[in-house]
């Protein structure tokens, strides 16, 4: 992608500026989404202009104008050319969805880490994804897997909106649910059990770990994402152990998977987890308590 970029800019940037143009950009439906490094500014319409001409289904050409932030994890775009609009409709594995890549948290760089996920699910389980954004990971999986059920939870309003939306773009995926709320306390009110839980917030999904581990079943499966550091990938697994030790459960095995790389020797992991039953030591006579409610599995799925 990126040499047929050069190429065609060889003309308008001087030999120096093209060692700035980036490696690559991600295309979210037609969108094109690109990094304009400072020294390129000047040149930035010019370089949408190229990438128009090189991709006739391309329509928008945005940069990142600041980094993914805030409690939505969103990026601040730029429109530098094409149609003035951010909205678009992206497919991933015959899955819809329709999404604003500024105003929600989305990444096509994800998509091989949800397939993987979607494989290693079994038929029949229900399945939560805390952080669904617009649906991806409960769609995804949802298709792939017609008799699981899932639920997903996400906070940012604008995003649960896409994902209902993305219900609708795809109406043959019925096993597949959406809430809006934080997840912290959503999650606990709905006194659900679930076979598997994914984590994808992988900067804070800690903070989130002993309330995903009262929802799974005394044998289950988590997804703790986390940014971790070369060599230090262990320091994930503990965090998954010294929650279970808490929630007086046990890690039966774990797996660490590098799902993208984010800064200098930085990496996206995900840790999967087996966990296993509940330990019972007298002074968690309380958290017993609370579990043996929780297993009661009389709540209608269908919680929307
Ligand atoms: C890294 S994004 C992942 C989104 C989606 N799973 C995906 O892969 O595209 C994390 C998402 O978690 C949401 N989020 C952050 N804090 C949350 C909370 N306390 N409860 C529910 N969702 C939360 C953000 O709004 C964001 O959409």
Redesign the pocket.
Known sequence: MSQKLKEALREDLTPAELQYLVQSYDVVGDIAIIIIPQELVKKEHLIASAILNLHRNIKVVAKRAGI?GG????LPLQIIGGEERKETLHTEDGVRFLVNPET????VR?SN??KRIASLVHAGEEIL?????????PLIIGRANPSCRLL?????PE?HRYALKNLVYNKKITNVRFLE????S?LPALKRKFDRI?M?????AE??LFVALAALRQEGWLHF?DLQQENRFSDSVDKVDTACQRAARQLLSSAVTVCGHCAPRTYRICVDARIGKLLGPPHLKERQEYFKDNEKDDIPFNPQ
């Open positions: 993914y409690e939505f994890r969103t929600v948290y989305f990444s994800s880490e949800r994804v805390l952080f669904s954004g617009i649906g991806p990971y997903g939870i996400e906070i940012n995003a709320g934080d997840a912290g959503v994914v994808p917030l992988p900067k804070s903070a989130f994402y």
